[in-house]
């Protein structure tokens, strides 16, 4: 215990210029726009290159969609038009046009916009008043021009300060367009992918059917909104016809296949909602309801959801997200609503199609008949997991956890890493209060092609399982990010795609909503007398060897547990770099599985050889 009188004796004895440091001399006030320039990852998270779908140009580009989607919502223009011209954006629409006299405003001090009002903008993501406003900021330049009842306004920034204004007469339909350059200082050496461009850009035409978006000469549209999405997730293999209901409102599609899992993609005011939700709970609430009162059964909700692929859009006036990015809806007073329009509209569809109610019913009969065979191996996994609880030291838990109402949560993470030599590099280096280790006993058994039970009898799989609390539910996930952290190394590899493998086999939801990731760790370190680097590739080890000069000491890494725990701890701090593992299209997954991890070795060694650089 420090005595106040040593706390003043030490107070005394600071220098006096470190003693009167701050004063009102040290008090800033920044204005909007530099804030968002000098903190940009608190509004569009992830900064990138492009070369990830999260990566925040993405972000800037939906920020300006959106607004021309919400004009369409509210009924005004039919049609959107998106280019990009290296790296130049533009995006027109046709709705009203910003109001002239607030149009510089609108796209330059945040909290300024009509989205405050719930008569003109009902059903807007972007309540903040903030998106625009980022994108200004952001961007190298930035440029916006509102066409209304024969006038137009124009004004010019840089670097989000204004540098021209201009109006006058014009021909121009009504509308507003839009063109920006993100700065390159702040997403160094960025690229767009176009693939990535494409994905948004339909689920833009899936969520507002009847919109058309025009990009390098396609049209992205849908007749049939989320029935479409659906239907091009599963590629024609639904057991029965989708099933679709839309009003103001609500929106929902669902099928099944024969796959396990279930597959879902939920929506709150056109924002991908990837951890869904109470609008997600209460969808699946209302189609298990909807269900047990057709059948006059008591069918448990697993038995439904197994093969299920559903989609669920709202609007809400006024969303209440749990956190920042939006990828999860906390409104609780929408549950009841939600819940008895899904059932009421399902026991509808079912008593007017009583043959695809016969195929629903008997995938979910065979759904509880392949549950009550692995009933007796979830009895030996009971037994297992008793002695799991004994036996699982290889799990170095940490002390907060996703379900957790703390800060913590959305960064708690477990890594899944091979052996004992990494695991305790890792181990020491961690931050115990949301990083968690589990150190493999070897390399995972290849699981494509075998069935459920291979979870309760395989002993690796069940400690993974029961560690992460997925076995009922994947909602019930205990960390943010699942994190496979092998070497680089033929074996690492082999490790990597194993357990890829084990996850889009039993727990396609886990990676499907965004939780299953890749730790990219340095392949060489490249150091002098004064200088130290990190590299992540041969390109990158030899710039950083021929800029040190002659002197240069090369390490090649061959494993993590080369990696000394204080060399270790900065790869997984604030500036670790993860690899997302993404899958675009369910229906791909199996054909992907079974061609890399099937029996079919001779098609794959031609490949190999084929393909080979």
């Known amino acids: 215990m420090i005595s106040m009188q040593e706390l003043r004796d030490d107070t005394d004895n600071l220098p006096n210029s470190a003693a009167g440091a701050y004063d009102e001399s040290k008090v800033k006030t920044l204005d909007s726009l530099e804030h968002i320039r000098l903190r940009p990852g608190m509004y569009v998270g992830r900064m990138g290159d492009g070369s990830h779908p999260d990566d925040g140009i993405y972000v800037l580009l939906k920020e300006v969609i959106d607004n021309s989607v919400d004009e369409y919502i509210m009924g005004n223009g039919r049609r959107i038009d998106i280019a990009i011209e290296g790296n130049e954006i533009s995006v027109r629409d046709y709705g009203r046009g910003i109001p002239l006299g607030k149009l510089v405003a609108c796209v330059s001090q945040i909290n300024t916009g009509a989205k405050y009002n719930t008569d003109v903008f ?125 009003d103001k409102t609500l929106e929902f599609s669902l099928c099944h296949t024969n796959d396990f899992g279930e597959k879902y993609y939920s929506f709150v005011n056109g924002q991908f909602t990837s951890d869904g939700g109470t609008h997600l709970s209460a969808f699946k609430e209302g189609v298990l309801r909807a269900v047990n009162e057709y059948s006059g059964k008591d069918y448990d909700g697993r038995d439904l959801r197994d093969g299920i692929v559903g989609s669920i859009a709202i609007k809400l006036q006024d969303p209440m997200f749990e956190s920042q990015t939006k990828n999860k809806l906390g409104n609780t007073d929408i549950k009841g609503w939600i819940v008895g329009t899904v059932k009421q509209a399902v026991v509808d569809y079912l008593h007017r199609h009583t043959d695809d109610a016969n195929l629903l019913l008997e995938k979910v009969k065979r759904n509880e008949e392949l549950r009550k065979e692995i009933s007796a191996v979830q009895k030996k996994g009971r037994e297992m997991s008793k002695r799991m609880s004994l036996r699982n030291n290889k799990l170095k838990d940490c002390k907060h956890h996703f379900g957790d109402r703390s800060k913590y949560a959305d960064q708690t993470m477990i890594f899944l890493t091979e052996g004992d030599s990494a695991g305790g590099s890792l181990e020491q280096s961690r931050n115990p209060m949301y990083q968690a280790v589990f ?90 007398k004064k200088e130290t680097h990190y590299c992540y590739s041969e390109e ?23 990696i000394s725990p204080k060399e270790f701890g900065q790869f997984i701090g604030d500036d670790i770099k993860l690899e997302k593992v993404t899958i675009e299209h369910s229906k791909g997954i199996n054909e992907m599985l079974k061609f890399y991890m099937g029996d079919n070795s001779p098609e794959r060694w031609d490949h190999i050889v084929n393909n080979l650089v």
């Open 122 to 246: 009902q059903f807007s993501v972007g309540l903040n008043g903030v998106g625009t406003k980022a994108v200004n900021a952001l961007s190298a330049s930035f440029t916006a021009i509102s066409y209304r009842d024969g006038k137009y306004k124009r004004a010019d920034f840089v670097e989000g300060k204004l540098v021209n204004e201009e109006d006058g007469a014009t021909e121009e339909r009504n509308g507003t367009f839009v063109k920006f350059v993100p700065d390159g200082r702040l997403f160094p050496k960025y690229a767009f992918k176009l693939e990535y461009v494409e994905r948004r850009l339909w689920m833009y035409a899936f969520l507002n059917s009847g919109l058309s978006l025009y990009f390098n000469n396609q049209r992205y549209y849908s007749r049939n909104g989320l029935m479409d999405l659906v239907n091009n997730e599963v590629g024609g293999e639904s057991l029965y016809p989708i099933i679709h209901y839309k």
């Open 439 to 528: 150190a493999l006993r070897g390399k995972p058994l290849n699981c494509y092609g075998l069935k459920l039970d291979t979870v309760y009898t395989n002993e690796e799989f069940f400690y993974i399982v029961h560690t992460l609390d997925i076995e009922e539910d994947v909602d019930n996930l205990r960390y943010a990010k699942v994190i496979i952290a092998t070497d680089a190394d033929v074996d690492g590899l082999h490790i990597r795609n194993l357990l890829i493998t084990f996850f889009l086999t039993f727990f396609e939801p886990l990676v499907l909503s965004g939780h299953l990731y890749i730790l990219e760790t340095p392949l060489f370190r490249v150091r002098n």
């Open 540 to 562: 990158e080890r030899d710039a950083t060897a021929k800029k040190l000069g002659k002197g240069a000491e090369i390490t090649r890494f061959k494993g993590l547990g080369e």
